[in-house]
């Protein structure tokens, strides 16, 4: 699939035999193939991705939910206990 066979066979003449016209019908018809058969691949691969996508999504907001809870639990925490650094050792 190159731009040199787009070329030749934009510059041939109106007076092509049935070969010619055969042939060029053959290679516009692998062609066509060879990009549906990319075509497929490419939408199996994005919608791989997309799923894959939704899934991070949802583990992102797990995490966010997850993440924003334990500041909630810290900062109550440091609220209604004191940090053992902050207490007296018994024996005082």
Same mark, same amino acid.
């Given at each position: 699939?190159?731009?040199?066979?787009?070329?030749?066979?934009?510059?041939?003449?109106?007076? =092509?035999?049935? #070969?010619?016209?055969?042939? &060029? %019908?053959?290679? /516009? *018809?692998?062609?066509? !193939?060879?990009?549906?058969?990319? +075509?497929?691949?490419?939408? =199996?691969?994005? #919608?791989?991705?997309?799923? &894959? %996508?939704?899934? /991070? *999504?949802?583990?992102? !907001?797990?995490?966010?939910?997850? +993440?924003?809870?334990?500041?909630?639990?810290?900062?109550?925490?440091?609220?209604?206990?004191?940090?053992?650094?902050?207490?007296?050792?018994?024996?005082?």
């Amino acid at each position: 699939m190159n731009g040199d066979t787009q070329r030749e066979d934009s510059t041939m003449g109106t007076e =092509a035999t049935p #070969a010619e016209l055969a042939r &060029r %019908l053959e290679a /516009l *018809e692998s062609r066509i !193939a060879y990009q549906e058969h990319w +075509l497929d691949t490419l939408d =199996a691969a994005v #919608a791989g991705q997309e799923q &894959r %996508l939704a899934r /991070l *999504e949802r583990l992102n !907001a797990l995490m966010t939910e997850r +993440l924003r809870d334990q500041r909630r639990a810290l900062q109550e925490s440091d609220t209604s206990t004191p940090h053992p650094a902050d207490e007296v050792p018994p024996h005082y």
